[in-house]
């Protein structure tokens, strides 16, 4: 077992995004861990971004799954691996291999990953494994697959500074792969001539750091690429030679080009001609170009299409695998890409083999020693859970992975889960809306206390590795599937002792007959040592026996394509609609994403009270003349509702969105909002090549949600349950924050007051909090302070509209103990500016203290904000919001 590691520096991975941070952790004697970037780490050079650099206050044991439990009691790990393996073995043995399921995710290690797969395609005999990569990386995958005969990214990371022109599509770089878009601006920073175009319906965080932003319609992309297509053939700019030497299939491409043209582009997208032409002869003149793109490609029901539109313009060029050109699919998670490599996906096999082909079959089926082999598709994630909703599947493991949240149609998802015979859930949280609905629940150890490898965007594999030993009973991944497969009666082929021995049969099976005929190939990793393997050095595939240089590598400037021609493949890509178009009953486009410092379902990041500063409520981005046309006004509460469920956030009022298009993001699950899983809305309309769901896109509605009163209130112990028809929680650095708002109207308001702030009832003998209060109820404002042992421990504000109150300073004000009725008025006094909401959360510099700055004229820009305040000059996650701030600023000046 691994203990923790004390006053040693140990180098790991970042467990957030796929930009694959290098992390030195530094756990100390008084159990805190002290987190650096790693300056050896090809991926950051010692940068992280916000999420990194606040890893270590994710680290504490509130709220872990400890123990294994059955039926929600706690049972022993013997007991909790039996039942698992009796009642798969049960189930296949009544019902056949198709009636079980693992949906596992792109956040378990790549050793954990491969044994998940190895266990449902080679023993239990079904390819019924998907992962939530389909759900992020599955029309990428789908798009290179067809283009390239293979899933090959072929760039690395120096491409984005080498280029002269970088193309973000559907990609909010700044926010979702930070460190990447700061190596970016620094490339740009030394080199004007560098070019960047953002192509996304929202103004941004990225776009604001664009030279041009194209806000075009939601999922026009196809028209775009296509427009893009036929204007490089008509200004000359293709390169012949290449796609005469290495590829098929251009005519129809271009024909179909053609078709779109300028002027289908421009009524498709609703770009104006002088925007796409100023594009498209910027790309047409500019040899290295780096396309881009993330989820607002992928997460379409043309998304495979969209991935082939761009990967066509760059085939076209001949403009892929050189330095600075090429295509980029950014990957999300920690571990999409060795997800990918294990063939986790239910359509593939291993190691970049084809599920399909006998001879694949045959390779893996032998080093895997296994007696059977799936040979034919297994359920993708939307229909695995339609599956088990209509009673198909029976039995169903989901490892490292949220689907109540994270799924389209989540409603449906959750009810399904709640009628099958059987759910099990290895987490590393007690309480998820996931884990709410397991039969039995697995304890896993996290970030910090497994090890293993995890794969970048840019096919660097680098390891993950333990300073902390695991929280309560938690074991790792591999382990609790190692255990399974053993009890289900297959000791020999998975007599692991630890994940080395994993990887080394994974590197063996990428090598295993392999001879330049598939891209993935770590042969040289084939026999490496257990000590070699944990000092294992970060490294860029392929690896094959007998290379270890590393210098970075790129595929398909020379061609030599996966497909049976070796050529690659054009694709004709005709423009479509989202499946879900708003109409009279919904008019408005649901697009939905990520924010700066909230990962997914935020089982992490709501630990840390700095994360939490950033934004600390569900919202829905709605430009202002959609605010005004439906009667919302700033800072309100929205109900967006359609017809799979509901939800109530706060309306973000700005021209940063798109008019007929508002933006929630996907972050808040039950334990953090009453009622914003926003994923009850989202269809489950998929891609009909990868089946990848349509996330970006929904059909709905919204309408002022009519609250009788509001409220916002900090408590020093989390609430157990908030009884109010709207409230939002967030951590602070002394307690809890919460936002509130109500239907109903309270009679006697001190009741409600202990009632919402989880106060004993007065008269309470044991009660020994005292509560001062101030009301106004013609006003409708009521404002409470509970003290318990001369100590606030409890302030709330109720309002008819919703509460003007300095969040951060009651915040202060209850850390520093201040005076009962300072508190109450609800307002710094003169002496204490107020820093407003949090831009800078690693120096918690607010919006008011920059925006002070920025017009009293002693900053003109990010630097000088930097050099005053320190804002920025840390992790840089927040220089976008600050440019932003001076732009809004230098406006008025300008008109
Ligand atoms: N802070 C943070 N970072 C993360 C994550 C996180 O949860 N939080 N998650 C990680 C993961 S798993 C992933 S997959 C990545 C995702 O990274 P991104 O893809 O950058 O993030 P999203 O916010 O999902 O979506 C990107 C953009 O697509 C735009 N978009 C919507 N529809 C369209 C369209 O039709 N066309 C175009 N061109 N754009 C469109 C949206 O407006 C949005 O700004 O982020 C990773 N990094
Ligand atoms: N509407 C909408 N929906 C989306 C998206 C979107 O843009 N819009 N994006 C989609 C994308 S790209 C993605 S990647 C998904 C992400 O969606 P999810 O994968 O559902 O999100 P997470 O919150 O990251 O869930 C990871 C879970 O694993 C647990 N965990 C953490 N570490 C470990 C570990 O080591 N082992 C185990 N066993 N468990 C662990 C965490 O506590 C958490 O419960 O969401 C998708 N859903
Ligand atoms: S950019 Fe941030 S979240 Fe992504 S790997 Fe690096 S430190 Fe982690
Ligand atoms: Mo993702």
Redesign the pocket.
């Known amino acids: 077992m691994t203990q923790t590691v004390t006053g040693t520096t140990v180098r790991t991975t970042c467990?957030y995004c796929g930009v694959g941070c290098g992390v030195l952790a530094n756990a100390t004697a008084d159990g805190t861990v002290a987190i650096t970037g790693d300056p050896a780490h090809p991926a950051n050079r010692g940068r992280l971004c916000s999420k990194g650099t606040a890893l270590g206050e994710t680290l504490d044991l509130d709220g872990r799954l400890l123990h294994p439990e059955i039926a929600g009691k706690r049972v022993s790990w013997d007991e909790a691996t039996r039942a698992v393996a009796d009642t798969f073995s049960r189930t296949i043995a009544e019902h056949g291999p198709d009636a079980v399921a693992f949906y596992v995710?792109?956040?378990?290690l790549t050793e954990d990953y491969a044994i998940a797969n190895k266990l449902m395609k080679g023993f239990i005999g079904t390819a019924n494994i998907d992962t939530?990569?389909r759900?992020?990386m599955a029309s990428s995958v789908a798009g290179h697959t067809r283009a390239f005969g293979t899933d090959t990214v072929p760039g690395c990371y120096e491409d984005l500074e080498e280029a002269d022109l970088v193309v973000l599509v559907g990609s909010n770089t700044a926010w979702c792969h930070p460190v990447l878009f700061q190596r970016l601006m620094a490339a740009r920073d030394a080199r004007a001539n560098l070019a960047i175009v953002v192509i996304d319906p929202r103004r941004t965080a990225t776009a604001t750091f664009a030279d041009l932003h194209l806000p075009l319609a939601p999922g026009s992309d196809v028209a775009l690429f296509n427009g893009l297509l036929a204007h490089l053939h008509d200004a000359g700019a293709l390169d012949q030679d290449y796609i005469a030497a290495h590829t098929e299939g251009f005519e129809a491409a271009l024909e179909q080009a053609h078709e779109t043209g300028l002027e289908g582009a421009c009524a498709l997208t609703g770009l104006d001609a002088p925007a796409l032409r100023r594009f498209y002869d910027l790309f047409a003149r500019t040899e290295r170009v780096v396309t881009v793109y993330s989820?607002g490609v992928n997460?379409s029901t043309s998304g495979s299409d969209k991935v082939n539109a761009i990967l066509n313009c760059h085939l076209a060029t001949g403009r892929i695998g050189r330095p600075g050109m090429g295509p980029f699919s950014v990957t999300?998670?920690p571990n999409a890409m060795g997800g990918r490599e294990v063939g986790g996906l239910a359509n593939q096999l291993a190691c970049h083999m084809e599920l399909e082909n006998p001879a694949h079959r045959a390779i893996v089926q032998s080093v895997w020693r296994a007696p059977v082999i799936a040979d034919k598709p297994g359920l993708k994630a939307v229909d695995m859970f339609r599956a088990v909703a209509d009673g198909r599947i029976r039995a169903i493991w989901i490892?490292?992975?949220?689907?109540v949240?994270?799924?389209?149609e989540a409603d449906l998802v959750r009810r399904a889960l709640e009628a099958c015979p059987f759910v099990v859930v290895?987490?590393?949280?007690h309480d998820?809306d996931?884990t709410q609905v397991a039969d039995v629940l697995l304890p896993?150890?996290?970030?910090g206390e497994?090890d293993g490898t995890v794969t970048n965007s840019a096919r660097q594999i680098s390891r993950q590795r333990a300073f902390l030993a695991p929280a309560g009973e938690a074991r790792p991944?591999w382990r609790i599937i190692r255990d399974v497969a053993h009890a289900m009666g297959f000791e020999e082929a998975f007599d692991y002792a630890g994940p080395a021995d994993i990887f080394r049969e994974h590197a063996r099976l990428s090598t295993e007959k392999n001879d330049g005929t598939r891209d993935f190939d770590i042969g040289a990793c084939a026999d490496i040592t257990n000590d070699a393997y944990a000092t294992l050095e970060p490294f860029q595939w392929p690896r094959p026996a007998g290379r270890s240089d590393g210098a970075p590598t790129r595929f398909f400037a020379q061609g030599g394509f996966y497909t049976p021609r070796r050529r690659a493949r054009f694709i004709a890509t005709p423009p479509k609609q989202s499946a879900s178009t708003p109409n009279d009953a919904f008019p408005l486009v649901l697009n939905?994403?990520?924010i700066r410092d909230h990962?997914?379902?935020?089982?992490?990041t709501a630990k840390s009270p700095r994360l939490s500063r950033h934004i600390a409520e569900p919202f829905i981005e709605i430009h202002p003349k959609d605010a005004e046309y439906f009667d919302i006004r700033p800072a309100s509460l929205v109900r967006v509702a359609n017809r799979y469920g509901a939800a109530v956030v706060r309306a973000l009022v700005s021209n940063a969105a798109r008019p007929g298009a508002v933006f929630v993001p996907?972050h808040w699950a039950g334990q953090w909002a009453a009622n914003a899983r926003?994923?009850a809305l989202?269809t489950g309309h998929t891609d009909p090549v990868s089946g990848q769901p349509e996330?970006?896109s929904a059909a709905v509605s919204i309408r002022p949600f009519e609250a009788a009163w509001h409220g916002f209130a900090i408590v020093s112990d989390k609430p157990a349950k908030i009884e109010a028809d709207y409230w939002a929680l967030a951590k602070t650095e002394v307690g809890w924050r919460v936002e509130l708002a109500g239907t109903d109207t309270p009679q006697d308001w001190q009741a409600r007051a202990r009632g919402l702030l989880g106060l004993p009832g007065e008269g309470n003998d044991h009660c020994n909090t005292d509560i001062v209060s101030f009301s106004d109820a013609r006003a409708g404002r009521h404002r409470f302070a509970a003290f318990a042992g001369g100590r606030v421990v409890a302030a709330l504000f109720i309002d008819r509209e919703p509460v003007a109150v300095s969040r951060n300073w009651a915040i202060e004000h209850i850390q520093t103990g201040g005076n009962r009725l300072a508190l109450l008025a609800g307002r710094p006094g003169a002496d204490m500016p107020d820093p407003g909401a949090i831009v800078c959360s690693c120096f918690s510099i607010g919006v008011n203290q920059i925006c002070d700055l920025i017009t009293s004229g002693r900053a003109t820009n990010v630097a000088e904000v930097g050099a005053v305040l320190k804002a920025g000059t840390n992790c840089g996650s927040c220089r976008s919001e600050i440019r932003s701030l001076i732009d809004d600023a230098r406006l008025p000046q300008a008109m």
């Not at 995710?105 to 378990?108: A, N």
């Open positions: 467990p995710s792109g956040q378990i939530n990569s759900l992020c989820q997460q999300g998670q490892m490292g992975t949220n689907p949240d994270s799924l389209p290895s987490d590393v949280m998820t996931t896993a150890a996290g970030w497994k991944d939905t994403g990520r990962w997914h379902t935020m089982t992490r996907f926003i994923n989202v996330t970006k």
